[in-house]
T-cell receptor, first 112, second 111 residues
Framework: DAMVIQNPRYQVTQFGKPVTLSCSQT?????MYWYQQKSSQAPKLLFH???????NEADTPDNFQSRRPNTSFCFLDIRSPGLGDAAMYLC???????????FGPGTRLTVT | DAKTTQPPSMDCAEGRAANLPCNHS???????VYWYRQIHSQGPQYIIH???NNETNEMASLIITEDRKSSTLILPHATLRDTAVYYC????????????FGQGTELSVKP
C-alpha cells in the first residue's frame, strides 16, 4: 500500500554529472514537496508544487530544479551535483497546503 | 527559523509512557502545533496536531497548555519501534504548507 514512492532509494552520481530523482504518489494529493536532509540535520524544504504552481524557497540553489508533469509524479533535477549535495532527498505530499504531509522513504544521494 | 525548543535527547523504558516536551512561546493565535517523527533512515511520519484543545489519536496524545506556549506529546506505552527523532513544529495554515523542522528530540526506548 505504498503511498509516496521514491526511486531509486540509493543513487550514486559523479561530481558535476546531472542526476534526476523521482517521486510518485497514489494519494491524488494536490501538493508535492521536496526536502533535503543532510547527515545529522533536520529536513529542509527546497520547493513545492501546488498543482502546477511551482514555489521555490528563497535559499534553494539554482542547481536544483523540479518538474511535475502530472498529479502523480514529481522530479528533482540536480544539474551539476557537488560534494555538498550529498544528502537524503525526501518527497512529501499533502491534500492541500497546510494539511499534514506524507513522506516517502527518501533517496540517499552520494556524490563521488 | 524554527519556532520551537525541544530537549535534544530522552530515554524511556519500554512499556512506560514517553512524555516529550516542546516549548513554543512565540506561537501566534492561528498557528497549530504539529508533531512528526523520523525513524532512522526513513522519511518523517505525521503523528498528530492541535490548535488549543488536547488531541488524541491511535498513535499519541497531544497536551497543549492553556496559554499555548508549550505542549507535550505523550506515547502512552512506548515500544522499541518508537525509537526515533520527534519533531515539534509550529505552523499556520496560511504559510504555504511549509514545515520548518528544528533539531527535534531523539527518543531512545530501552528494554
Amino acid at each position: 500500500d505504498a503511498m509516496v514512492i521514491q526511486n531509486p532509494r540509493y543513487q550514486v552520481t559523479q561530481f558535476g554529472k546531472p542526476v534526476t530523482l523521482s517521486c510518485s504518489q497514489t494519494l491524488n494529493h494536490n501538493v508535492m514537496y521536496w526536502y533535503q536532509q543532510k547527515s545529522s540535520q533536520a529536513p529542509k524544504l527546497l520547493f513545492h508544487y501546488y498543482d502546477k504552481d511551482f514555489n521555490n524557497e528563497a535559499d534553494t540553489p539554482d542547481n536544483f530544479q523540479s518538474r511535475r508533469p502530472n498529479t502523480s509524479f514529481c522530479f528533482l533535477d540536480i544539474r551539476s551535483p557537488g560534494l555538498g549535495d550529498a544528502a537524503m532527498y525526501l518527497c512529501a505530499t499533502s491534500r492541500v497546503q497546510g494539511y499534514e504531509q506524507y513522506f516517502g522513504p527518501g533517496t540517499r544521494l552520494t556524490v563521488t | 527559523d524554527a519556532k520551537t525548543t525541544q530537549p535534544p535527547s530522552m530515554d524511556c523504558a519500554e512499556g512506560r509512557a514517553a512524555n516529550l516536551p516542546c516549548n513554543h512561546s512565540t506561537i501566534s493565535g492561528n498557528e497549530y502545533v504539529y508533531w512528526y517523527r523520523q525513524i532512522h533512515s526513513q522519511g518523517p511520519q505525521y503523528i498528530i496536531h492541535g490548535l488549543k484543545n488536547n488531541e488524541t489519536n491511535e498513535m499519541a496524545s497531544l497536551i497543549i497548555t492553556e496559554d499555548r506556549k508549550s505542549s507535550t506529546l505523550i506515547l502512552p506505552h512506548a515500544t522499541l519501534r518508537d525509537t526515533a527523532v520527534y519533531y515539534c513544529i509550529v505552523r499556520g495554515y496560511n504559510q504555504g504548507g511549509k514545515l520548518i523542522f528544528g533539531q527535534g528530540t531523539e527518543l531512545s526506548v530501552k528494554p
